[in-house]
């Protein structure tokens, strides 16, 4: 009987044995083809596919390192890059080695998700595996960079709310590119939701795109329409740019190379048959998509990619001429032009602020928006302004456009609390300097005014143009331009910003003082000694200002002699005071770098007091500069010191407080 009862027990094993393997076998095997299946669409180029397939064969196995990296780099394609994270964080577990990117692509999921310290750790890693020659490495620096830009952006928050536009405009499907006329009564758009013109699918599975209008009625938009068959085709047909006054419409048509067309809106409401911009502005064998127009009509701003350009899309200007008609288009140089894409152009109401979308300049990732003034007393247009975050994120933001009181703007985000895949989002700007004089332009321009709570309005009419700091890096002694990492702080020693000086040694930065203040220019490179330039910037005016400071870099070779002009001192004394500590930190620093340099430190005084006075005092400097540096560990041997009082002067004392300012020195000389 025991017998009888082991045997059935050892068969109901068997068979809860057998049952459990067939069951792994066939997950394993439905892992497998849903993996086939997605590789298969990946290579069509099909994403969404792919990653549908990829996700169907997760639920069976969340422990396979190669899957989870191939779902982390569909949804690195995909209009959600910030989902890829958890994927490429199981896959790096399981695998360190799953992919010979994987470090990279760590970074990009890292800083999608505005994790930028974690997102720069795995650059700087990917980075260090790179031969020295690889063409990647232009790329990771510029991601670097990003992530340094995103910490700084994200520690000082634009002051501004984002709202969806709400369920009436946007759809299941995805809707884009919204443009609003001055006003704010109407706003046109993209979607490819049904119920588009042909109702046909294009390759990617998706309804071609279709322009949409709404209008506001009672400070709500109505339902979305169908902008008609006039304008709308089988095709994709989008929307890039309206008049101020809402009466022209500038659409972008896939007819080959992709043109710009424009249609005007007739008396009885309808549109006209979209036509190709007469001139230039269009070219058979470039690209044009997108445009903007300024608020009396005369100049056009488009996005190309022609040639002579500075790099991918490049911004153009064109003007119309007396007789009605297009001139010649410009290139708006390599202030806003970079070598990468820049485009998504929008002219501010007050016709000098010019918005646009670019991958390069100061960003944080994707395209970010900046902003631009234009100097008419000069040509010019001043250096481009990050919109901050959270206007800018690490992804794309991009088509930018603001009512003509500057109060709101609009663009489309790809966001987690959306209802399609991009959905239209407005954002409710700070208030503005210049506000009423926007609105007397409104109102000059017959446009409705929308109510406003009196107590928001400025009452300053004027615009405070931002003031630029530029300058050129050289070599001191042969004037050659250098290319160098350039940072500006601030009084209190802030760091303002730090951009890299182009190939002519070339660079730029933008502030807005609301007075006058102090800042410091550093630079520094490998075999050169450091400059740390203090200097004044006066408050921000109606007129552009700019401030040139140039920056010479002398080499390290025995007997030069290097000025240390950020060294302070209590008043007839030997005290250091702690606004020395960037020049003292530098100088540290280089000492360390160069471990067989010997230097000699020296103090200067200007005429005031007696010789034998001003020599004891200077020489007292001197030597709690080397006192400093020996506390922090540099050896005394390789370190004298002298005090030459007013015995070496590099200007006259004679009355001239600038030049006595000039003598009150210490200095640094290289003897070994």
Known sequence: MIFKYTSILSKIIFISYL?????????????????????????????????????????????NASLNNKIGIQYMKSDYPHKCLPYFESAYKIDPKVDVDILFN????????HRFAEASEFYTQFRATLPVTSPLLKKVDRRIYECANGVEFMAQPVDVKITSAGTVINSNFPDFAPVISADEKVMIFTSRRTGSTGGQLDETGQFYEDIYISKKVNGEWGTPQNIGANINTDGHDASIALSADGSQLFIYKDDGSGDIYYCK????????????????????????????????????????N????????????????????????????????????????????DGITLYFSSRAHKGMGGYDIFKTYYDSTRATWTEPINMGYPINTANNDIYFVLSGDGSHGYYASAKDDGVGEKDIYMISMPPREDKQALLAKMKAMNLEIQSVAPQIIPTVAAVLLPITIKGVVKDAETGSPISSSVQLTDANGVLVSEIMADQNGMFSFIVNNKEASQYTLSTEKDGYGFVNKTFSVPAAATISQEITQNLALKKLAVGNIFVLRNIYFDFDKAILKATSNKELNNLLQLLQKNPAMDIEISGHTDSKGSDEYNKVLSKKRAQAVVNWLVSKGISKSRLTYEGYGESRPLASNDDEPEGRELNRRTEFKIIK
Not at 321 to 327: D, I, P
């Open 265 to 304: 809106l007739r008396a009885d409401g309808s549109w006209s048959k979209p036509l190709p911009i007469e001139g230039s502005v269009n070219s058979r064998v470039s690209y044009e998509n997108a445009a903007a127009v300024s608020p009396d009509g005369n100049t056009l701003f488009f996005a190309s």
């Open 106 to 113: 760590l970074g990009v999921a890292n800083q999608e998700n």
């Open 19 to 63: 049952l459990l393997n067939l069951s792994f076998f066939s997950n394993a095997q439905s892992e497998k083809k849903y993996i086939k299946e997605g590789d298969a669409a990946k290579a069509a180029g099909d994403n969404k596919v792919a990653l549908k397939q990829y996700l169907e064969a997760y639920k069976l196995n969340q422990n």
């Open 306 to 349: 022609r040639e002579g350009g500075y790099g991918g899309l490049d911004l153009y200007m064109v003007k119309m001429n007396e007789k009605g008609f297009w001139g010649k288009p410009t290139n708006l140089g390599p202030v806003i032009n970079t070598e990468d894409d820049d485009e998504g152009p929008f002219m501010d109401f």
